[in-house]
């Protein structure tokens, strides 16, 4: 990440605004931080309408990373794995391929993930890992509460050349991901900002493997959102600035949306697919990844998709302090939270919802 990002600055040529890291950690204008927190990147929300899974990014190459539970009543975070309660059972690991091996917690490397349920009522937690290897590992959620855990059940591995981002699971144990890069190197980043394509969209079963859904190659595709009835994924495409809908049997890509630098994806307690999107000069994005651990300012929107017409509208918009750099928009307990790729915290606000007559 650190190459591509002075590769670019080397391009841009580009000036970053003076202030857009943030030092303090005060809220402002109904924006409430929670610091001390490790880079929250992606965010689920548990049904008990209280507690949050976070996905603690450490980099895309070479960082490291971890889970946790986030309480929004008391803003305490425990960690989830690695943990010395985290339980690692080879002999459970039944949902992904026979011989993918279990993950090294010291080398444990986070990024997209996906929490659902599958049809026989597990609920299952995805995670793209990065360390030493890349996978998707599984965790199945046990307990409630502030006494949820995690325990992992296996994990997969995809094809060859596949640098991954996101992830999302249909309830059969069916897998769809988003090949960002072949081998994120250099080279395939520098022709990737020419506009050449660098990766797809794949669909892993237990009993076929990883197989690309045809028609999706893409210049590196980013976050994944499954819809209710699990008929179409939602891939947000970055750098081509745009959304689309994808049949995922087929792959055919049946409706696509002008959504212009779009992260991650959650749904929203209007119904809607709530897309997080980068406002900010691309300048200010590359001094936000240069410098992983400080907050950044830099601009951000939210914006809604109606999933059948596919009819976009901005529902928050922000930058600066307390947090900008938003990579994810998640409701929960009655606020919508919001995590980063880089610094030491998230931040929630009032609900997106318009207020009642």
Known sequence: MKI????????????SSADIHIADCQPRDGLQPVCG??????????????HLLLAHFGGMIGGLGSLSLFDTQTESVTPLFPSA????????????????AAPNPEKFSPHGTHLHRLADGALRYLVVNHGERETVEMFEV??????????????LEPAADTFMNDVVGLSNGDVIYTRMFHNAGTVEMLLSLIGFNTGDLWRWSKQAG????????ANQPNGLEISPDERHVFANMYVTQELWKVDVDTGEIVDVAAVANADNSAWGSDGRLWVTTHTAPLS?????????????????AVIAVDADTMETETVFAHAGPPMGAATVAVPQAGRVYMGSFVGDRLMSSADFLPPGP
């Open 4 to 15: 591509f990002v002075l590769l670019t600055a080397v391009l841009l040529g580009a000036c």
């Open 142 to 155: 046990l307990g409630n509460g502030s006494a949820t855990g995690l325990q992992w059940r296996g994990c």
């Open 85 to 100: 309660f985290a339980v690692v059972d080879v002999a459970s690991a039944t949902w992904g391929d026979t011989d993918c």
């Open 210 to 217: 990883p197989q690309l859904l045809p028609g999706t190659t």
């Open 37 to 50: 927190i490790q880079t929250p990147e992606d965010i689920a929300a548990l049904d008990d309408g209280r």
């Open 284 to 300: 200010d994005m590359i001094a936000c990844a240069g410098s992983q651990e400080l907050a950044c300012g830099a601009g951000f």
